[in-house]
């Protein structure tokens, strides 16, 4: 590896605040692959996207990430104004032994969303060998992530593998019971995982504004509450798959506003007044989704079972964790609005794995196979 332009793929699209990282998450979970590459005398060129420019829009450059990069890193992180052509290309070959590189924002360039060769070869003749590291943008057929792999022998990085090794674990050889807990807004965009799921759980608990489309499907009032009504069928669907297997909600938390200081209601899941709305699972949901959890062998969980960003509207999600976080199963959780739940109610660091993926990790739990890990097998 010594000498050699490894070129790697990471997920650096993090929440930005004033110019500056907001969390970076994702940035600690790119650093060992990075590190270890450093350490072994690779020359390590980075690349990823931020956001979705329309234009080269300074406020998603790369630059102030690499700042943060470094500091996790443990070294120095230089920065090319471009990922193609002349400052790539000059920045890529002043790289000595040792050092990292990270170019700017590939999406400044609409030919990686279109996945065009050009494009894609342009970025592999910056490196010998390339190591696809960005689970979390591995549902995309980007140049950046897919295209490469056509033109330098390819390989999966540490994160790659870990979020592999955690989903495999949990899916393909579970420990029974299996349990999976969803939650979310719309069943629509979750129909795939959830009869994915059906095949391989033992108990589906469902939660958050998704419930509500499972009770209006059977006929029950629910209120102002946010409900897909171009999923009642498919949420009737699942119902019947599902058998046993299904547990909704008995009571929940409603208010009239999906703000902080309503005043709130416990209502049955089946009498939800009109101009209420339900915001939460109630005490007795919590006491029937923990009972169910408990003794859990395998644990995956996607979607709080609450609006959780409201303190109001939080306790069920925060318990729902606990009980996972108690089970002594193997637990995954996976969604960007999980993980933002679980930092801010105080639950990090106690689950088995917390995937680095949102519409990846979607995708895998899916039972889709992923574009950029499909090319890292043909390689």
């Given at each position: 590896?010594?000498g050699?332009?490894?070129?790697?793929?990471?997920?650096?699209?993090v929440?930005?605040?004033k110019?500056?990282v907001a969390?970076?998450?994702r940035?600690?979970?790119?650093?060992?692959?990075?590190?270890?590459?450093?350490?072994?005398?690779?020359r390590?060129?980075?690349?990823s996207?931020l956001?979705?420019?329309?234009?080269?829009e300074p406020?998603?450059?790369?630059k102030?990430?690499?700042a943060?990069?470094?500091?996790?890193?443990?070294?120095?992180?230089?920065f090319?104004d471009?990922?193609v052509?002349?400052?790539?290309?000059?920045a890529?070959?002043?790289?000595?032994?040792g050092?990292v590189?990270?170019?700017?924002n590939?999406?400044?360039?609409?030919?990686?969303?279109?996945?065009?060769?050009?494009?894609?070869?342009?970025?592999?003749s910056?490196?010998d060998?390339?190591?696809?590291?960005?689970?979390a943008a591995?549902?995309?057929a980007?140049a950046?992530?897919?295209?490469?792999?056509a033109?330098?022998?390819a390989?999966?990085?540490?994160l790659?593998?870990?979020?592999l090794?955690a989903?495999r674990?949990?899916?393909?050889?579970?420990?029974?019971p299996m349990?999976?807990?969803?939650?979310?807004?719309?069943?629509?965009?979750?129909?795939?995982?959830?009869?994915?799921?059906?095949?391989?759980?033992?108990?589906?608990?469902?939660?958050?504004?998704?419930?509500?489309?499972f009770f209006?499907?059977?006929?029950?009032?629910?209120?102002s509450?946010?409900?897909?009504?171009?999923?009642?069928?498919e949420a009737?669907?699942?119902?019947?798959?599902a058998?046993e297997?299904?547990?909704?909600?008995?009571?929940l938390?409603?208010?009239?506003?999906?703000?902080?200081?309503?005043?709130?209601?416990?209502?049955?899941?089946d009498?939800?007044?009109?101009g209420?709305?339900?915001?939460?699972?109630?005490?007795?949901s919590?006491?029937?989704?923990?009972?169910?959890?408990?003794?859990?062998?395998?644990?995956i969980?996607?979607?709080?079972v609450?609006?959780?960003?409201?303190?109001?509207?939080?306790?069920?999600t925060r318990e729902?964790?606990?009980a996972?976080?108690?089970?002594?199963?193997?637990?995954?959780?996976?969604?960007g609005?999980?993980?933002?739940?679980?930092e801010s109610?105080?639950?990090?660091?106690?689950?088995?794995?917390v995937?680095t993926?949102g519409?990846?990790?979607?995708?895998?739990?899916?039972?889709?196979?992923?574009?950029?890990?499909?090319?890292?097998?043909?390689?």
């Amino acid at each position: 590896m010594a000498g050699k332009r490894v070129l790697v793929r990471e997920d650096l699209n993090v929440p930005m605040s004033k110019g500056a990282v907001a969390d970076d998450a994702r940035v600690r979970a790119a650093a060992p692959t990075l590190q270890h590459l450093a350490q072994r005398g690779a020359r390590v060129i980075v690349m990823s996207h931020l956001g979705r420019p329309q234009d080269r829009e300074p406020d998603l450059s790369l630059k102030p990430i690499a700042a943060d990069l470094a500091r996790r890193v443990g070294r120095e992180v230089q920065f090319a104004d471009d990922c193609v052509g002349e400052p790539a290309t000059s920045a890529a070959d002043r790289l000595q032994s040792g050092q990292v590189l990270l170019l700017e924002n590939v999406r400044y360039h609409k030919e990686d969303e279109a996945n065009d060769a050009g494009f894609a070869r342009r970025l592999a003749s910056l490196g010998d060998v390339y190591v696809n590291d960005a689970f979390a943008a591995s549902h995309r057929a980007h140049a950046s992530v897919v295209g490469v792999a056509a033109y330098l022998p390819a390989y999966a990085g540490e994160l790659m593998e870990t979020e592999l090794k955690a989903l495999r674990q949990a899916l393909d050889n579970p420990r029974r019971p299996m349990v999976a807990v969803v939650g979310g807004a719309k069943v629509s965009t979750k129909v795939g995982v959830l009869r994915n799921l059906l095949r391989k759980v033992d108990s589906l608990l469902i939660g958050g504004a998704m419930a509500n489309t499972f009770f209006k499907a059977r006929g029950w009032p629910t209120g102002s509450g946010l409900v897909e009504d171009i999923a009642l069928e498919e949420a009737n669907e699942v119902t019947a798959e599902a058998g046993e297997k299904l547990v909704l909600p008995v009571d929940l938390v409603c208010a009239r506003k999906m703000e902080s200081g309503e005043a709130l209601r416990l209502l049955d899941a089946d009498k939800v007044e009109p101009g209420w709305m339900a915001l939460d699972i109630g005490p007795r949901s919590v006491t029937l989704f923990t009972e169910k959890l408990r003794g859990a062998g395998t644990v995956i969980w996607n979607g709080p079972v609450g609006v959780a960003e409201i303190k109001d509207f939080s306790d069920g999600t925060r318990e729902v964790g606990e009980a996972i976080a108690r089970s002594g199963a193997y637990t995954l959780v996976g969604g960007g609005d999980t993980v933002a739940a679980i930092e801010s109610l105080g639950l990090n660091g106690r689950f088995s794995h917390v995937s680095t993926g949102g519409g990846a990790t979607l995708e895998y739990l899916e039972g889709k196979e992923l574009p950029g890990i499909a090319i890292l097998k043909e390689a």
